[in-house]
């Protein structure tokens, strides 16, 4: 396999809680809350550290995001649950947490012929006219991947830091077999 290091960029996790949430109580109580009804129908609250950002939905549900590592993302979650459980004591203790996408940062270190890269290999999308960047679709791990002329890629889709390594590499490894890097 090449070696081509990986910057986790982002990762997404969800939790529910299996209660309703009272967001207008919470809103109220906890500082850095931003709660606008009208205009969406959870509350953000913004956490100094980790520096993360969850949503928080009446039904229970707590989307995460802005964690640089799968550990910040769960620990920003549990900070967040700690300090609603401080308002509502039935809570649950236990409640799963679920990485739901990782998005990483790449460069192959080579440019590349978008054109080229569009006609020969599998799985791509590339429309220029929309957008600058090529979409290539790998299977195993199941990871999207945009490539740029400059060489630069995003994956995106990982469930773990381990298959969005694995999904640059594996392209950087077929891109070689076509003759395309």
Known sequence: MTDVPIKVENIVASATLGKSIELPKVALTL??????SEKFPGLVYKLKEPKT?????GSGKLVGTGAKTTKDSIKSLNIIVDKMRVLDADIPKEFEITIQNIVASANLGKTLNLEAVALDLENTEYEPEQFPGLVYRVEDPKVVLLLFGSGKVVCTGAKTIDD???GVEKTKERLGELDLI
Do not use: T
């Open 53 to 57: 950002a969850a949503l928080i939905f």
């Open 31 to 36: 500082e850095g809350v931003e709660y606008n």
């Open 164 to 166: 969005a390594q694995l």
